[in-house]
Each structure stands twice: as C-alpha cells, then as structure tokens.
C-alpha cells in the first residue's frame, strides 16, 4: 500500500528541517505505536530477518522527501501496483542508499556507501534486494519462487549523472549521521514479485529512514 499524506503548520512559526528523514521516521514509529504497541516496537528494534541471528534486517516501509505543492490537497490512498511482467522502468523519489561491509581497524564490520560509478554498484543493489525478498517471502508478505542474482537485471540511465545526495540524519543532535544517496532513472528486469518487494518496500537500504522510494514509470501492470 502507497499513501499520500498533506499535512499542514496548525501553529504560527512551525517548521520542518531541510534533513528531515529522522523526524518523519519518528513519527511513523509513533503513529505505528498507537495502534499497535508491540508491533511498532519489533518494527523499530528488530524488523525482519532471514534467521534470529542474521543481522540484516528489513522493515519494509520507506517514504519520499516531503513536496511543497501550490494547491492543498486530501489524504488519499493509492491502488497497489501489482507488476504483470517482469521489467520496469523507475524513477527515485528519494536517494537510493548502496552499501557494502567493510573490515574495520579493530575487527569490526562497518558499511561504506558505493557510488553509481563504481562496478560493483549493480552487484551490492541487487543483493540487496535478493536479501529484502527472501526476507519478505519467509515472513509471507509476498509471493513467489526463489530467485538468483542471475534472474535480476539492473540498468542505470547515465550512472555518472545520477544526482549525489547528502542526507543528515538526527542532525544537530547526538548521534548526528552523514548518509550519501543518488536519485537516479533505472530499469530492472526480474520477476514479478521482486519488482514489488523493491517497489513498496524501497531499493537499497535505509529505507525506514526515508530512502529509495521510487515511482514508476512505464510498465505493464494491473490494479487492485
């Protein structure tokens, strides 16, 4: 399920951040938390894994960047997308965050953002979504049969001119993270049930913090 929410100041003076991933997060947890305590804190502590003890965890939910539109609008729900065939044509609406794990100096793993440009880009992206989709099959938020790398392909229009974006995350608080996106246009050929997981869940990671939402734009699907 997509929605599109218009929001309104009620208070003369009130303001949202320019880095405002945090606090929009913040707010979906809470939201969660009032109608499902327990829920919205397994969402936030722990999400969804493969096994109890793989640390890749998944929260399958994401959000674009808030849109200042001319005109007021309503709360609306969006139909679901449901991808009839197996190649899509998307455009990020909020940066897509690709990372890989890294040694660190005292043996411990961290992650490094990846660039559109670097060649191992196409590989962490669709790895990531492998893991996402696993995930979301064993959990039953999706339908479909196991699926290899070789199955996914990813192409990029134009990786260099991707627009590089830099989002801060709890900024001006402790804590305050530097995390490095690219919007970009991409087509991905996989089957149908990947596309979804990737489009309602985001591409990359982050995505409860507000990337790798995307829009599409030109495919074959059905309504629902």
């Known amino acids: 399920m997509r929605l599109k929410l218009t929001c309104e100041s009620r208070r003369p003076g ?14 979906i947890y809470h939201r969660l938390a009032a109608a499902d305590p327990a829920f919205a804190t397994m969402l936030h502590d722990r999400g969804f894994t493969l096994t109890e003890r793989d640390d ?5 939910f994401t959000f674009s960047n808030v849109f200042v539109p001319r005109n007021k ?9 449901i991808f009839a065939i197996g190649t899509a044509r998307f455009q990020a609406i909020s940066p897509i965050f690709v990372s890989k794990s890294t040694d660190a100096s005292k043996g411990l793993s961290c992650h490094e953002f990846i660039a559109t440009s670097e060649e191992d880009y196409h590989q962490y ?5 492998l893991n996402k989709y696993n995930v979301a099959r064993k959990h039953g938020l999706v339908e479909g049969k196991e699926v290899g790398a070789s199955e996914i392909n990813l192409n990029i229009n134009n990786p260099t001119a991707a ?7 709890m900024m001006g608080k402790k804590g305050e993270t530097n995390i490095i996106g690219y919007q970009y246009q991409f087509q991905l050929s996989a089957p149908p049930a990947v596309l979804q997981t990737g489009y309602l869940g985001g591409w990359g990671g ?3 913090q507000g990337f790798g939402m995307s829009k599409v734009l030109d495919t074959k699907y059905t309504s629902r």
Do not use: D, M, V
């Open 14 to 27: 009130q303001s949202l951040p320019l880095n405002h991933q945090y606090e929009l997060s913040s707010y």
């Open 56 to 60: 890749r965890c998944f929260k399958f």
């Open 73 to 81: 609008g309503k709360l609306r729900g969006r139909t679901l997308k």
């Open 125 to 129: 992206f669709i790895q990531n979504l």
């Open 163 to 169: 627009k590089r974006k830099l989002q801060k995350l």
């Open 206 to 208: 982050k995505n409860a």
